[in-house]
């Protein structure tokens, strides 16, 4: 057996005593079946990333972002992967505002899938994207009804509009 698979047999061992049994979520794709995933008709695919922005330089971004978030209202970074020398910055970010964010659209799809959370928006060079809402929720709550989806029809607008916040120039 590798070390990392120990390590994850071990880590769920830990886990399954403190809490009891897991439960995985969100399905079971292969990695090659994950780029094709399409949640229904007219619904964006992994391949169809949302282009938030585009700076003149790497650098450039990775300031311009630190700095909108730091005095975001709506937005709260819960953490940032930077790889300097790959130019990519990954960054977690909490939901804050009440009307529209975590708070208003977790009660409808629920709660039990949090793990998914934060949302991610990356830095990649020069291009700041996010995964668009509609392919991202339906990935991680693959149980959710069209009926379901629907009470939060404007929820990945709205992600997206925040995200824009924090991204445009």
């Given amino acids: 057996m590798t070390v990392l698979k120990q390590i994850d047999k071990d880590a769920k061992q830990v ?10 979520f969100g399905g079971e794709l292969t990695s090659e079946k994950l780029v094709g995933y399409h949640y229904k008709v007219m619904m964006p695919y992994y391949t169809d990333p949302a282009i938030l922005e585009t700076y003149s330089s790497f650098e450039e971004g990775l300031k ?10 709506n937005i709260e970074k819960v953490y940032m992967q930077l790889y300097k020398e790959e130019q990519i910055a990954v960054f977690g970010l909490g939901l804050k505002n009440k ?33 668009p809402g509609k392919y991202r929720i339906a990935l991680f709550w ?3 009804t069209m009926g379901t989806f629907m009470k939060i029809m404007s929820t990945p607008g709205d992600i997206e509009s925040f995200f824009l916040e924090v991204t445009k120039k």
């Fill in 15 to 24: 886990l399954s005593d403190k809490y009891g049994k897991l439960t995985p």
């Fill in 64 to 73: 311009h972002i630190q700095s909108k978030l730091a005095n975001s209202p």
């Fill in 142 to 144: 693959p149980e959710l």
């Fill in 99 to 131: 009307e529209k964010g975590e708070a208003s659209f977790l009660p409808i799809i629920g709660e039990s899938h949090v793990a998914a959370l934060p949302y991610e928006i990356i830095l990649q060079g020069k291009d700041v994207s996010m995964l």
